[in-house]
């Protein structure tokens, strides 16, 4: 196990002086299809890495046709696991790409989907099993995406469901969690004092104001959230430079909403 590969991978996605993380999700060309912000993915990147996001996460498209050669730097998560919108199932994820496919692209940590929940439930925690004992093998961060999704669940943001999904995978071996937020900071509390690893918010669709989304960033860290992983609400944003410094000013910096509101203006 590489102990030495992982703490150096760890670094390059989370700030070391914080213990938090700014991430932009760009895998949804994958399941989506090319959907505004994420048209010109080496523009995107670009901007994310302006805007002071620790990384961007994708699949293996992103590093071959996302790259840059200018700018700032910023990690790379290589997202393993995929489906289309589609599918007759579309909450059945499949490993598409290796670990080792990753480190050969210079990821610096990759992703696995999980749907707890949902009719194929077993088959996802398998691929998260197998793909975090790679990743303890070689050294490489692991981010679980664990959503709550199926017909025993009453809703995805329901802190009793949320908190499973979230243990569920530290129990595998996971060294991130991205889930949703559970609607308040008493609720997202619950979830994160269950899990022994560090747990970030997703953006989910577009909220109607950014305010909205600077509010849930604030209370998910008051809740101990390490941080973020907001797709859409940032690379749709009509200034996703601007949207970004907000966010990071939050994570990094225990910034209030007023004043990040006022970076984005």
């Known amino acids: 196990m ?12 989370i700030n070391r002086e914080t213990g938090r993380t700014v991430i932009v999700p760009m895998d949804h060309g ?6 505004s912000g994420l048209v010109n993915m080496s523009e995107t990147v670009d901007k994310a890495a302006e805007g002071g996001a620790n990384a961007v996460l994708g699949h293996i498209g992103l590093a071959l046709h996302g790259h840059r050669r200018h700018g700032k730097d910023i990690g790379l998560i290589m997202h393993l ?5 589609l599918s007759p199932d579309p909450n059945d994820k499949v490993l598409v790409t290796t670990v080792e496919e990753a480190l050969k692209m210079g990821a610096d940590g990759v992703s696995v989907h999980i749907n707890i929940g ?5 088959d996802m925690l398998r691929a998260l099993g197998t793909t975090s004992m790679k990743c303890r093998e070689w050294g490489m961060p692991l981010i679980a995406m664990m959503y709550p999704r199926g017909r025993k669940i009453t809703s995805e943001n329901s802190a009793v469901h949320v908190k499973v999904a979230a243990r569920a995978a530290a129990e595998l071996g996971a ?9 308040s900071v008493e609720t997202f509390r619950e ?4 899990c022994p690893v560090p747990v970030v918010v997703a953006g989910g669709p577009r909220m109607e104001t950014t305010e909205q989304i600077l509010e849930m960033v604030h209370d998910s860290i008051e809740a101990g959230g390490a941080g973020v992983a907001i797709g859409r609400n940032i ?28 970076l984005v203006r």
Not at 30 to 35: F, K, N, T
Not at 118 to 122: C, L
């Open 2 to 13: 590489s102990y030495t590969g992982k703490a150096v991978r760890m670094e390059r996605i």
């Open 30 to 35: 994958m399941s989506m299809g090319p959907i």
């Open 81 to 85: 696991s995929a489906s289309t919108s």
């Open 118 to 122: 949902a009719e194929t439930e077993g």
């Open 175 to 183: 060294d991130i969690v991205k889930t949703s937020y559970t609607g």
């Open 191 to 194: 979830v994160t004092r269950g």
């Open 235 to 262: 690379f749709q944003a009509s200034d996703p430079v601007k949207m970004l410094r907000a966010v990071a000013s939050i994570v990094h910096e225990n910034a209030t909403v007023a004043e990040a509101m006022r």
